[in-house]
């Protein structure tokens, strides 16, 4: 029975992941159902694991005697791959915020940011739940004033969604599910999606030109900082990501926060393999 939960697991993982084809809906539409299939399917797999490894290698409901040591396996490989990883992930973060933190505090318009001394234009939030602002002294002599602000409208986005907090944990789930299909896709989607949304949270305090303008003047800025716990506002993007934030941006859609509460209902299945932990003797 271990081990056919574990397989049911990974079958139910893969069709999840093989129903994402191309996007489809508006803006807002588009958010929770990218989230459903990037987030369902590896959640799955650490529960039904997590729940094996519980339940431990003995069963009184065993087809062969060796299946409850494959299954406990396969779980410990899994859960201890995805802690090494999370681990790794959580050092190379903390090692990048540390060489940050030697760079000089300034004020921009009254917001504090750590001054990167480079030619190059560049704006990011890097970290976690509490993240440090770069901003590059070439984005400084590049842009003007509405411009510069307008950046920095699209970083506070980031900032309030606490985006470089939860794109660190999506990050994890994708490297540590890269096999799975459309993985790359799928997290291609949420970053164009965050994005568009850090756009639409500064648009409410300043042009929405400004930000188009602001996005075409520093598209080309090479890559610096290209990690889970980076949100850059124009980093290594493709023309076709740069076209749909610009058309958003000119549509200015009608909502473009957080999914509704109601949208994360289908997270219980998630917690239905930790159910059967009670009853297993």
Not at 168 to 186: A, D, V, Y
Request: net charge neutral; charged share 10%.
């Amino acid at each position: 029975m271990h081990l056919l939960m574990v397989v049911m697991a990974l079958i139910l993982a893969w069709y999840l992941r093989s129903q994402w084809l191309s996007p489809i809906g508006n803006w807002t539409e588009r958010f929770p159902r990218a989230l459903l299939l990037f987030l369902l399917p590896p959640l799955l797999l650490l529960t039904t694991t997590f729940a094996v490894f519980c339940m431990g290698p003995h069963g009184h409901i065993m087809v062969w005697g060796w299946e409850g040591w494959v299954s406990y396996g396969l779980a410990i490989s899994f859960l201890g791959f995805a802690g090494v990883l999370w681990l790794k992930l959580v050092w190379e973060g903390n090692r990048m915020l540390k060489q940050i933190r030697t760079y000089p505090i300034i004020y921009v318009y009254g917001t504090p940011a750590r001054l990167l001394n480079a030619p190059v234009v560049y704006c990011a939030l890097v970290g976690f739940w509490k993240p440090e602002l770069i901003i590059s002294q070439g984005l400084l002599d590049t842009l003007d004033v509405p411009h510069v602000k307008a950046v920095l409208a699209h970083e506070d986005g980031h900032r309030h969604y606490r985006d470089t907090y939860w794109f660190f944990f999506f990050g994890w789930l994708r490297q540590l599910t890269s096999w799975l299909p459309h993985t790359e896709s799928l997290w291609q989607e949420l970053l164009l999606l965050r994005e568009i949304r850090a756009d639409y949270w500064a648009s409410q305090t300043v042009d929405s030109l400004l930000l188009a303008e602001a996005l075409l003047l520093v598209v080309n800025t090479p890559i610096l900082l290209e990690s889970n716990f980076c949100a850059a506002f124009a980093q290594h993007i493709s023309t076709n990501h740069v076209t749909q934030r610009i058309d958003a941006l000119l549509q200015q859609p009608n909502s473009m926060g957080t999914p509704k509460p109601w949208s994360w209902v289908w997270l219980i299945l998630v917690l239905v393999p930790l159910l059967v932990i009670p009853f297993h003797n």
